[in-house]
């Protein structure tokens, strides 16, 4: 079974620019979670899908907002961006909620 | 909310020396998981452990849920088990709470 994929891997933008990322979970996860991680403040929440909805967010501006598909896949948007936003952006499939969490590559962001 | 410290920070070794690592949280959780994350950025899962003992190979680990604590063992360490250990733990509303990580640092 494929693992979790993550597209981009690599991005770089601007101030002021927003971005998409991508996730596509294991085949058969229904739930998938975004984290921020950062050097300064560790591994950070951002929000999980479970059935389409978004069923816990973390405490990010509204700027940060995302959205699951009927076939799990998952996107985030950022908008606006700020220097502050530069990380690696992790997304982690399960097959519910609460269950074993797999990770994906990541998206390393990368805002000047 | 939950407080999740994870102990010691840092830890450097020689091949071949065995290390425990611990995980303690502030209230009682029904979700603890231990991850592995290389040098490159990819996290693995290690163990799905709420309570009990687990073993995989050189590793294992224990979670005494009334004491609030989990504990992962590495036996034999190999260079290819450097990187950060995150300990996460999660209730009822199914978030992970991480913790701040042991970055782990295996000599040749």
């Known amino acids: 079974k494929a693992g979790v994929t993550q597209t981009p891997r690599y991005l770089i933008k601007t101030r002021g620019q927003q971005v998409t990322l991508s996730c596509s979970p294991i085949s058969g996860h229904r739930s998938v979670s975004w984290y921020q991680q950062t050097p300064g403040q560790g591994l950070q929440f951002l929000f999980e899908y479970f059935s389409e909805t978004q069923r816990n967010k973390g405490n990010f501006p509204g700027r940060f907002s995302g959205r699951q598909f009927s076939n799990s896949r998952s996107e985030m948007n950022v908008s606006t961006l700020e220097l502050g936003d530069s990380a690696l952006y992790l997304c982690?499939?399960?097959?519910?909620?609460?269950?074993?969490?797999?990770f994906g590559p990541g998206t390393r962001l990368t805002v000047l | 909310g939950i407080q999740v410290e994870q102990s010691p920070p840092d830890l450097i070794l020689q091949e071949g020396a065995n290390s425990t690592l611990r995980c303690n949280f502030s209230?009682?959780?029904?979700?603890l998981q231990w991850f592995h994350q290389n040098p490159w950025g990819q996290l693995i899962n290690l163990f799905y452990?709420?309570?009990?003992?687990k073993q995989n190979g050189r590793l294992s680990a224990t979670t005494v849920a009334t004491e609030r604590y989990s504990l992962l063992y590495i036996s034999s360490s190999q260079t290819t088990d450097s990187g950060v250990y995150f300990c996460a733990v999660g209730r009822s509303n199914y978030q992970l709470i991480w913790g701040a990580g042991t970055k782990l640092i295996i000599k040749p």
């Open positions: 452990i709420p309570s009990g003992t």
């Open positions: 982690a499939s399960s097959l519910e909620r609460a269950d074993t969490q797999y």
């Open positions: 209230d009682s959780v029904n979700n």
